[in-house]
């Protein structure tokens, strides 16, 4: 499964000086999800409880980055 979690470029327009969660809602309207391409959920959890959670479900790793940061 491939999953994205921010778009800094689309259409020739750069988008790195957006923040984080700005670049998301461009992401959701411009994705079309299919078959191994999904969005990456974002999530609230502080880092102590996202890694609990990862080692609670065997997955492999966490992208993170604050939802106000520019890229």
């Known amino acids: 499964m491939y999953y994205?979690?921010?778009v800094l470029m689309h259409k020739g327009r750069d988008f790195?000086?957006?923040?984080?969660f700005e670049r998301r809602e461009l992401l959701r309207a411009v994705?079309?999800?299919a078959g191994h391409v999904a969005l990456?959920?974002?999530s609230?959890?502080?880092a102590s409880e996202m890694?609990?959670?990862v080692k609670?479900?065997?997955l492999e790793?966490?992208?993170a980055k604050r939802r106000d940061s520019i890229y």
């Open 44 to 46: 609230d959890r502080t």
């Open 31 to 33: 994705l079309k999800p």
């Open 56 to 58: 609670e479900h065997g």
């Open 61 to 63: 790793g966490v992208v």
């Open 16 to 20: 790195t000086q957006l923040p984080l």
């Open 51 to 53: 890694l609990a959670f």
């Open 40 to 42: 990456s959920e974002a």
């Open 4 to 6: 994205a979690f921010d």
